[in-house]
T-cell receptor, first 112, second 115 residues
Framework: KAGVTQTPRYLIKTRGQQVTLSCSPI?????VSWYQQTPGQGLQFLFE???????NKGNFPGRFSGRQFSNSRSEMNVSTLELGDSALYLC???????????FGEGSRLTVL | DQQVKQNSPSLSVQEGRISILNCDYT??????FLWYKKYPAEGPTFLIS?????DKNEDGRFTVFLNKSAKHLSLHIVPSQPGDSAVYFC??????????????FGTGTLLAVQP
């Protein structure tokens, strides 16, 4: 069974630009959540999607948004990028909202 | 405000000895706790979990202990192996009306197991 796939793995953007990150969950997994990892901050919850509906949202500004498609694939978008948005963005999936998450390798975003 | 804290950023242990990683939390409304391991350039991998109604859960070399009165949990690895060298994150799930995958993570502890 293929794992969680995130694309792109690495990307560089400049301030003010916007970025879209993609996540393909494990086949059969309906829940997808997104986390941001920055040095010294651990992993911070961004959003959780289940059956195409956002179920939970973390404490991030409205520049961070996401969606889930009918095939459970998910995208997150960050608009008007700031230097502080440089981070590893991790996507995780699970069969239900049952807590044991399977993480992808992440998309490392650098904002210059 | 960091609700889940891992106060030791790093830990070094000799191969074969016990590794003890600690985690403290401030919110008594957490009802489920998990430990994840993360190697560089990889996503975190689930290790072990414990419900708030238990005080111990064991899985092979890994045991998690929960002390609710102290709001403290710990992960014991016995015996430690060089392949255990990684960053370990504890995570907590707040009590909601239903299921959720919103995990509150600590900042991680880098474990180095010396051969």
């Amino acid at each position: 069974k293929a794992g969680v796939t995130q694309t792109p793995r690495y990307l560089i953007k400049t301030r003010g630009q916007q970025v879209t990150l993609s996540c393909s969950p494990i086949s059969g997994h309906r829940s997808v959540s997104w986390y941001q990892q920055t040095p010294g901050q651990g992993l911070q919850f961004l959003f959780e999607y289940f059956s195409e509906t956002q179920r939970n949202k973390g404490n991030f500004p409205g520049r961070f948004s996401g969606r889930q498609f009918s095939n459970s694939r998910s995208e997150m978008n960050v608009s008007t990028l700031e230097l502080g948005d440089s981070a590893l963005y991790l996507c995780a999936s699970s069969e239900m909202r049952d807590r044991e998450l399977f993480f992808g390798e992440g998309s490392r975003l650098t904002v210059l | 405000d960091q609700q889940v804290k891992q106060n030791s950023p790093s830990l070094s242990v000799q191969e074969g000895r016990i590794s003890i990683l600690n985690c403290d939390y401030t919110n008594s409304m957490f009802d489920y706790f998990l430990w994840y391991k993360k190697y560089p350039a990889e996503g975190p991998t689930f290790l072990i979990s414990i419900s708030s109604i238990k005080d111990k859960n064991e899985d092979g070399r890994f045991t998690v202990f929960l002390n609710k009165s102290a709001k403290h949990l710990s992960l014991h690895i016995v015996p430690s192996q060089p392949g255990d060298s990684a960053v370990y994150f504890c995570a907590a799930i707040p009590t909601y009306g239903g299921a959720t995958n919103k995990l509150i993570f600590g900042t991680g502890t880098l474990l180095a197991v010396q051969p």
